[in-house]
């Protein structure tokens, strides 16, 4: 298997504009999760999808990120408009089962966005 | 709620030193622990894990033992290489829940 698969794996863009990153999970995983990596705040939990539905996305900082699960191979992560302080790397991972279960997830080589 | 709480880092060491990373959580119910290994420019990597009580993680030198009466599962490596430089995340999985709860990683540096 190939892997969870994120794309692109750098971004540039200007503040205002619309970022979209996008992910490939495991095939057979009913799991997905995003987050996001910085500095200051380590890596953080955005959303959980489980079988294609969100289910918890309390992590989402705020109106301007979106993400959607269209099927079960493939889903996005939007950021729109994009500001400077949403330069971070992004995560996706998937999980056969999800958390609560013996199962890990498993991480993609992220995105790294950098919004001037 | 649940959490993980990693020694801060970084970490540094001549190689062939013991490494040491210390990890305690807090969980309500029989959590699944599990060790992280990011490497430069990479997503995490599953290192190790332990989904019960006295089990005994291992991989690729590194262990851990689940702790239920210290809540704790530290990661240790007899010798160091130049190779382990790495960030390393505890994290947990409980029962009941579907998150897994990362610690704040702890950066290793191996001088040769």
């Known amino acids: 298997d190939a892997g969870v698969i994120q794309s692109p794996r750098h971004e540039v863009t200007e503040m205002g504009q619309e970022v979209t990153l996008r992910c490939k999970p495991i095939s057979g995983h009913n799991s997905l999760f995003w987050y996001r990596q910085t500095m200051m705040r380590g890596l953080e939990l955005l959303i959980y999808f489980n079988n294609n539905v969100p289910i918890d996305d309390s992590g989402m900082p705020e109106d301007r990120f979106s993400a959607k699960m269209p099927n079960a191979s493939f889903s996005t992560l939007k950021i729109q408009p994009s500001e400077p302080r949403d330069s971070a790397v992004y995560f996706c991972?998937?999980?056969?089962?999800?958390?609560?279960?013996?199962?890990?997830?498993?991480f993609g080589q992220g995105t790294r966005l950098t919004v001037v | 709620g649940d959490s993980v709480t990693q020694m801060e880092g970084p970490v540094t060491l001549s190689e062939e030193a013991f490494l040491t990373i210390n990890c305690t959580y807090t969980a309500t119910g029989y959590p699944s622990l599990f060790w992280y290994v990011q490497y430069p420019g990479e997503g995490l990597q599953l290192l190790l894990k332990?989904?019960?009580?006295?089990d005994k993680g291992s991989n690729k030198g590194f262990e851990a033992t689940y702790r239920k009466e210290t809540t704790s599962f530290h990661l240790e490596k007899g010798s160091v290489q130049v190779s382990d430089s790495a960030v390393y995340f505890c994290a947990l999985s409980d029962q009941g829940t579907y998150k897994y709860i990362f610690g704040t990683g702890t950066r290793l540096k191996v001088l040769a």
């Open positions: 332990a989904t019960k009580a006295d």
């Open positions: 991972a998937s999980s056969p089962q999800g958390g609560g279960t013996n199962t890990e997830a498993f």
